[in-house]
DNA sequence: ATTGCGTTTAGACAAAGTCTAGCACAGAAA
DNA sequence: TTTCTGTGCTAGACTTTGTCTAAACGCAAT
């Protein structure tokens, strides 16, 4: 039987609002999830969110956990991140901002909107929306 | 037993001449790849390049066809281009520009260096040094 | 010819992610 | 509260991309 630990109610509460708001309907599941990604801003990939989701108590399946950050991302709650040809990550963090990635380590880092300046985008083709601008800066030791 | 059509061969020699430029030694599945990769400038996965190069006859296997483009990417003859999370593409036009990615339709388009301002990147972290810098400006049907 | 070293190969393997078919749950309605 | 319906969840099989391994090959130098 699932437990919630008492304290984490209000916590809980309000990463259900925030489902709410972004239209998905707050499952058990998807509040789970929602609660390891935004406990504090990270880069997670599905398999680091899936044990740390299950980490006290098996509490999502495998498959959950890819459809519910599909579906997250889609819906504007988190973003995907691109920068590891072997997995996908998500990012918790929505305030604009861009990355910088570790090729050797394999950290991924924000950098501030201000640190890049970004200008003059080409129009999107005829009948196209931009849907992001991603900048990643690759780095490595020397 | 291999062969070579007589009218590539100066093709073949250039393309040799590359190889050795960029300290690759180069082998006949190479220069195959490389043939097929410089052939015009594209973007290609690695499933392409097999398939490409194989098409009139079985010249190069998988396991190489993997090894060779990380080797040519390695050693700056290709550029590695992550858009797609399921796999990674290879740009054989190595001046700088960017990339539009259409996510629904998978098309991958070279976007000229001017047509996006870039300046004051940050500073690269004590020690490291910046491998590149990936702009991809995402877009959708509306 | 023989040795040695880098390259290629087939096929097994690994890892990330998707799919399927049936069960469980959320929310609406009575 | 109970029932109902469509959405969501699950285990586990499956797919796809890419890597690894061990043996064979190729070529240059001895």
Redesign the interface.
Known sequence: MRQVHPNAALEREAVIKMLREHHITPTQQRVDIAMALFERPQHVCADQVLVQVNAVESLVSKATVYNTLGLFAKKGLIR?V????AR?FYDSNMTPHHH?Y??DSGILED?APG????????D??E????????????????
């Open positions: 995907e691109l920068v590891d040809p996908l910088m570790h090729t950098v640190q890049v300046q970004l200008g003059a985008l080409p999107a083709p009948g196209m929306v931009v849907e992001g601008v991603d900048v990643v800066i690759r780095v490595r030791r020397v």
